[in-house]
């Protein structure tokens, strides 16, 4: 089976997603012909289909690549801390003065971004960085413009937070919107973002953070969210944990999904390559799924085998979180190199 894909102008993974989260990359279709007969399903499988495949080509979507596209090429210049306090409510202004206002475009022989003169538009208060379709190994092409990403600054606050807000703008129409919360440490971190995601057809409203911590070889990563689609009646809410300790790696995860009429609860644990997940229906036994994280036995109730529909909408399902993780590099790729996000990417 191929499910949708995020978008191939960010990098691959969270640094810290090998912490035992194989329960949010579970491979449910190891187990499962998909073209084999179909059964009478406990839930409507197809609109369960069709809302992850909205989901899907949001995340997708050229314009996000190209936002993405920025990780990696920012220049750390773009960002200084300024000694005196004058940002709104006291917060400590992060973009420094000689940078406020100012636009930056792709230089390809440098392959990085280069701050533009004669280019106007940008905010009083932050930085525009124009944004180009990628090639297929995900640079900007500089001779293919296709918008905009305005970087607001909101200052830092003296327990060493920053805040930081981005808008991107492709076609005239705003594609991404959200606030961006960091509190760097030299052993942890954490991660606040909200905001939405839109297209021509559907608006994802997202809540998410992240925190991480490592000492020596031990490691913790927590991760909650809310994702939803207001126009589709989607809703995705929950959390995953992973804890690498004594060269033992151990997951959970914890999800509600809302299919209109369906809820469906994922509860799933992980030790080392093992997986014990449960699936609920409207509070009813599902399905379960247990063995190893690539190839785990999966049943529905009182064992019988699920339908390719079934199958397919429960690897959607768990794959909620692969796309959290993808969404959050996406969105902090822009600002990673500029304020340091240490252990928690």
């Known amino acids: 089976m191929t499910t949708n894909t995020v ?77 005196s306090a004058d940002g709104a409510a006291g917060a400590i202004p992060l973009i420094s003065e ?8 792709y230089d390809a022989a440098r392959n990085e971004y280069v701050k533009d003169p004669a280019r106007t538009g940008a905010p009083a208060n932050g930085v525009r ?10 640079r900007p092409d500089p001779a293919r413009e296709t918008g905009y990403a305005d970087l607001t600054d909101l200052g830092s606050s003296s327990d060493d937070a920053v805040a930081l807000r981005l808008v991107g703008v492709s ?25 939405f995601l839109q297209n021509e057809s559907d608006r994802l409203d997202f809540d998410i ?49 809302r299919h209109r009429d369906d809820s469906i609860r994922v509860d799933a644990t992980g030790l080392n390559d ?25 049943r529905g109730a009182n064992g019988r085998e699920l339908t390719g529909p079934e199958m397919l909408a429960l690897a959607h399902i768990v794959g909620i979180t692969a796309h959290v993780f993808k969404l959050v590099e996406c969105l902090a790729e822009p600002v990673e190199d500029l304020i340091g996000l240490g252990v928690v990417l």
Request: with cysteine; hydrophobic share 40%.
């Open 274 to 298: 093992r997986i014990d997940a449960s699936f609920f229906i409207n509070d009813g036994l599902f399905a379960t799924a247990v063995g190893p994280h690539g190839n785990p036995e999966i």
């Open 7 to 83: 978008q191939p102008g960010c990098r691959s993974g969270l640094r810290g997603a090998g912490l035992a989260l194989a329960v949010a990359t579970l491979t449910l279709t190891a187990c499962a012909d998909m073209s084999g007969p179909g059964r009478a399903g406990a839930f409507d499988a197809a609109r369960a289909n069709a809302d992850h495949r909205a989901l899907g080509t949001l995340l997708a979507s050229p314009a996000l690549s190209s936002m993405g596209a920025l990780g990696g090429r920012v220049p750390t210049g773009a960002l200084g801390i300024p000694g």
């Open 171 to 195: 076609g005239g129409r705003t594609f991404v919107d959200y606030a961006f919360r960091a509190d760097p440490g030299e052993n942890s971190g954490e991660i606040e973002i909200e905001g």
């Open 209 to 257: 953070d992240v925190s991480g911590e490592e000492r020596g070889a031990n490691a913790r990563l927590d991760v909650g969210f809310r994702l939803e689609i207001d126009s589709r009646d989607f809703l995705a809410e929950g959390g995953a944990q992973g804890v690498r300790n004594d060269g033992r790696e151990h997951g959970a995860l914890d999800l509600l999904v």
């Open 98 to 105: 000689q940078n406020r206002g100012a636009t930056f475009v």
């Open 129 to 138: 960085f124009i944004l180009y379709a990628t090639t297929g190994e995900g």
